[in-house]
């Protein structure tokens, strides 16, 4: 008998961890490509009823870290493609593996931040744990090293019922509102008073409603008239791009998918042209201009473009030729271990080592750059990584009609990059309000409406030429207006709360009688 009851006991010490690893991998379920919302919001009730119930804080951080590896290990194993494997093989998986592992310490801090506080499981789950998320998500969009990727908030674009929120409290605040109704699905459901359940499902009843009222609220309006764009996806992968015989194929090919094209607007992918600006052919050059001012439009190329001086490296650039003008744009925020590498006298020698593509020498852009006029339309442009700064380049955005991404998301063959990012880029159209042009070099290239929604997608790994309509729209959403100062504010306010309950809680009894 004594006997089973340990054997009961140490069943049930695995299962809180194990739960926790669970309900990570079902959270990730709600990124591209399965966009199963609703199974982040029941994974992530889970965990935040977990969180909220553990007062031992070392077990806090284990169940915490193996959520978030449960999380970030699935959704990031592409990070291992596009590694050398045969000269250094434990040194090459030591790399993203210590990235994921370090991205799932910042969960544990969380769970254990909530074990160590005295106040009541429910104001854990429904205030201290989404606001602490919060201020993490908004952690890992900052220093050289910033990845803000797999962000919750993203699981609701476009079709979860938080969505709407977009435009007026950013991705980032759709993370605080996701966790928050999750914390009230766990309150609903948890043992207690009948009355708290009440509470917590009429909360979550009201929040519902008034993201269904958000999303009757138009934050844009048209202007002008609608204007026809193509797309050009070459599909010349990453790591063959740089190859004599692939670059001269990425010319011709690119060439003849623009002469298909009669769109006023024609835009190709981040550095399609795999050259500097001073070895592009002059013929070629001269050739896509012609066309676009023979439609009385604009072309937009990508390519490399030294820098201003020696030993500054290269930009990433995209060059626009056409009526509006002879017009540039750099890349300014890098994709880190893939244009450059931080902290390069510790890093540079070990990433060599083990990475099939040698691309460390790419310098940031002028901080400052404005944005572009594309077939006479004011335009905001971000260069792949770039898309996934929603806070950053706001102004540019608010007064343009419409927003373009050229992407680079081949990855060796792994696809999973390509879907989370086009679901990064349906977030950064749903925050602004506005269309948005996609072309990327081996895919997706889609056109994406003001409500984050997919007009129009080009098949993934095929050269395609991609046409279709937009309607520019003007106007400024909340969210470019305040950036991500809004959810901070609002996740602040959530932790002075519970700072307040937290004091409270930890006097004295006697203290506490008037």
Same mark, same amino acid.
């Given at each position: 008998?004594?006997?089973?009851?340990?054997?009961?006991?140490?069943?049930?010490?695995?299962?809180?961890?194990?739960?926790?690893?669970?309900?990570?991998?079902?959270?990730?379920?709600?990124?591209?490509?399965?966009?199963?919302?609703?199974?982040?919001?029941?994974?992530?009730?889970?965990?935040?009823?977990?969180?909220?119930?553990?007062?031992?804080?070392?077990?806090?951080?284990?169940?915490?870290?193996?959520?978030?590896?449960?999380?970030?290990?699935?959704?990031?194993?592409?990070?291992?493609?596009?590694?050398?494997?045969?000269?250094?093989?434990?040194?090459?998986?030591?790399?993203?593996?210590?990235?994921?592992?370090?991205?799932?310490?910042?969960?544990?801090?969380?769970?254990?931040?909530?074990?160590?506080?005295?106040?009541?499981?429910?104001?854990?789950?429904?205030?201290?744990?989404?606001?602490?998320?919060?201020?993490?998500?908004?952690?890992?969009?900052?220093?050289?090293?910033?990845?803000?990727?797999?962000?919750?908030?993203?699981?609701?674009?476009?079709?979860?019922?938080?969505?709407?929120?977009?435009?007026?409290?950013?991705?980032?605040?759709?993370?605080?509102?996701?966790?928050?109704?999750?914390?009230?699905?766990?309150?609903?459901?948890?043992?207690?008073?009948?009355?708290?359940?009440?509470?917590?499902?009429?909360?979550?009843?009201?929040?519902?409603?008034?993201?269904?009222?958000?999303?009757?609220?138009?934050? *844009?309006?048209?202007?002008?008239?609608?204007?026809?764009?193509?797309?050009?996806?070459?599909?010349?992968?990453?790591?063959?791009?740089?190859?004599?015989?692939?670059?001269?194929?990425?010319?011709?090919?690119?060439?003849?998918?623009?002469?298909?094209?009669?769109?006023?607007?024609?835009?190709?992918?981040?550095?399609?042209?795999?050259?500097?600006?001073?070895?592009?052919?002059?013929?070629?050059?001269?050739?896509?201009?012609?066309?676009?001012?023979?439609?009385?439009?604009?072309?937009?190329?990508?390519?490399?473009?030294?820098?201003?001086?020696?030993?500054?490296?290269?930009?990433?650039?995209?060059?626009?030729?056409?009526?509006?003008?002879?017009?540039?744009?750099?890349?300014?925020?890098?994709?880190?271990?893939?244009?450059?590498?931080?902290?390069?006298?510790?890093?540079?020698?070990?990433?060599?080592?083990?990475?099939?593509?040698?691309?460390?020498?790419?310098?940031?852009?002028?901080?400052?750059?404005?944005?572009?006029?594309?077939?006479?339309?004011?335009?905001?442009?971000?260069?792949?990584?770039?898309?996934?700064?929603?806070?950053?380049?706001?102004?540019?955005?608010?007064?343009?009609?419409?927003?373009?991404?050229?992407?680079?998301?081949?990855?060796?063959?792994? *696809?999973?990059?390509?879907?989370?990012?086009?679901?990064?880029?349906?977030?950064?159209?749903?925050?602004?309000?506005?269309?948005?042009?996609?072309?990327?070099?081996?895919?997706?290239?889609?056109?994406?409406?003001?409500?984050?929604?997919?007009?129009?997608?080009?098949?993934?790994?095929?050269?395609?030429?991609?046409?279709?309509?937009?309607?520019?729209?003007?106007?400024?959403?909340?969210?470019?207006?305040?950036?991500?100062?809004?959810?901070?504010?609002?996740?602040?306010?959530?932790?002075?709360?519970?700072?307040?309950?937290?004091?409270?809680?930890?006097?004295?009894?006697?203290?506490?009688?008037?």
């Amino acid at each position: 008998m004594r006997r089973g009851a340990v054997a009961s006991a140490r069943l049930r010490i695995l299962a809180v961890p194990a739960a926790a690893a669970a309900a990570g991998m079902a959270a990730g379920l709600g990124f591209a490509p399965y966009r199963a919302w609703p199974a982040t919001a029941l994974a992530c009730a889970v965990w935040l009823a977990l969180a909220s119930r553990e007062r031992r804080v070392p077990r806090a951080l284990l169940t915490g870290w193996l959520f978030g590896l449960g999380l970030f290990a699935p959704g990031l194993s592409w990070l291992f493609t596009g590694l050398d494997l045969r000269p250094h093989p434990l040194l090459a998986v030591a790399g993203p593996a210590s990235m994921i592992a370090a991205l799932a310490l910042l969960p544990a801090g969380v769970a254990g931040a909530a074990a160590a506080a005295r106040i009541a499981p429910a104001l854990k789950q429904i205030l201290l744990v989404p606001a602490l998320w919060v201020v993490t998500e908004w952690l890992r969009h900052q220093t050289a090293l910033a990845f803000p990727w797999l962000a919750l908030g993203y699981t609701q674009v476009p079709a979860g019922p938080l969505a709407p929120f977009a435009p007026m409290v950013g991705v980032l605040g759709v993370s605080f509102l996701l966790l928050i109704c999750a914390g009230l699905i766990a309150s609903a459901v948890a043992p207690g008073p009948a009355a708290a359940r009440r509470r917590a499902l009429f909360a979550l009843a009201a929040m519902l409603l008034a993201a269904s009222v958000a999303a009757r609220v138009s934050w *844009t309006a048209p202007q002008g008239a609608p204007l026809r764009a193509a797309l050009l996806q070459g599909n010349v992968p990453l790591t063959e791009k740089f190859t004599p015989t692939q670059t001269k194929r990425a010319l011709l090919t690119y060439a003849a998918l623009a002469a298909r094209s009669r769109a006023p607007l024609v835009v190709m992918p981040e550095t399609a042209l795999p050259l500097f600006e001073h070895q592009l052919p002059p013929d070629l050059v001269a050739y896509l201009g012609r066309l676009a001012t023979e439609r009385g439009g604009d072309i937009v190329l990508s390519h490399f473009r030294r820098g201003p001086g020696p030993g500054l490296g290269y930009f990433s650039s995209a060059h626009v030729l056409g009526v509006s003008g002879e017009q540039r744009y750099d890349k300014r925020h890098l994709l880190p271990f893939g244009e450059f590498v931080p902290f390069p006298e510790l890093l540079r020698s070990a990433y060599e080592r083990i990475t099939k593509v040698k691309m460390l020498d790419t310098s940031p852009g002028s901080p400052i750059q404005g944005g572009l006029v594309l077939a006479g339309r004011r335009a905001a442009l971000r260069m792949c990584y770039e898309d996934a700064f929603g806070s950053e380049h706001r102004e540019e955005i608010a007064r343009a009609g419409f927003l373009v991404t050229l992407a680079n998301d081949s990855w060796d063959g792994a *696809t999973a990059p390509m879907d989370q990012h086009l679901q990064i880029s349906q977030g950064r159209a749903l925050e602004a309000a506005k269309p948005l042009l996609r072309a990327a070099n081996t895919g997706w290239s889609a056109v994406i409406d003001r409500h984050g929604r997919i007009l129009a997608r080009a098949p993934r790994l095929e050269a395609v030429l991609l046409e279709a309509e937009i309607q520019p729209r003007g106007g400024v959403t909340p969210y470019l207006r305040l950036g991500d100062a809004l959810p901070l504010g609002l996740a602040g306010l959530a932790l002075l709360f519970c700072a307040a309950a937290e004091w409270m809680a930890r006097q004295p009894a006697g203290d506490k009688q008037p």
